[in-house]
């Protein structure tokens, strides 16, 4: 129990997490089922909660949903509590989801020091070059946002509001 407790000073964990931890360290069966017994009555663990705040964890740092719910899935939550729990996610729904990649989109063009060109372009060249040039960026935002956890309708979303003017 005292590693157990020392494993959860750090941060919080999920029930597999911990048990994972556990088995790891080579404990025995019955003590291992005695400290997760003893660890979920007093709310140590708690998936539920834990899942709600890696959820705003997650939105804290611009991630989509299926990233997020992915993650959570590497930690061990269970696809029946991950859909159980869907529901009460507000800032996880589509409008709130495309706010929030178009807010990741706009700063990695601030990052990237991105602005349209200014003017016609001088000729033929020019024009090819700007292209590619512009090609590029929406390449790399889309990479961007791809990693972060958008869906495909998000990132052409965000692109066409990003890039409306070319």
Not at 73 to 99: C, M, N
Not at 101 to 116: D, H, I, N, P, V
């Amino acid at each position: 129990m005292e590693a157990a407790l020392k494993h959860l000073a750090y941060r919080d964990r999920t029930c597999e997490e911990m048990l994972r931890y556990l088995e790891e360290k080579a404990y025995d069966q019955e003590d291992i089922q005695q400290a997760m017994i003893d660890l979920l009555e007093r709310h140590y663990l708690d998936d539920e909660a834990y899942v709600e705040r890696y959820v705003e964890y997650g939105i804290s740092k611009g991630k989509g949903a299926a990233r997020i719910r992915h993650e959570l899935r590497q930690k061990g939550i269970s696809k029946l509590l991950l859909e159980e729990l869907g529901d009460r996610f507000e800032e996880l729904d589509k409008p709130a989801e495309r706010g929030r990649a178009l807010e990741q989109g706009q700063k990695l063009l601030a990052s990237l020091g991105w602005t349209e060109p200014d003017g016609e372009p001088a000729d033929y060249e020019d024009k090819r070059q700007r292209y590619k040039e512009l090609q590029k960026v929406k390449a790399k935002v889309a990479r961007r946002l791809e990693s972060q956890g958008y869906s495909m309708d998000e990132i052409f979303y965000v692109l066409g509001e990003l890039f409306s003017g070319e």
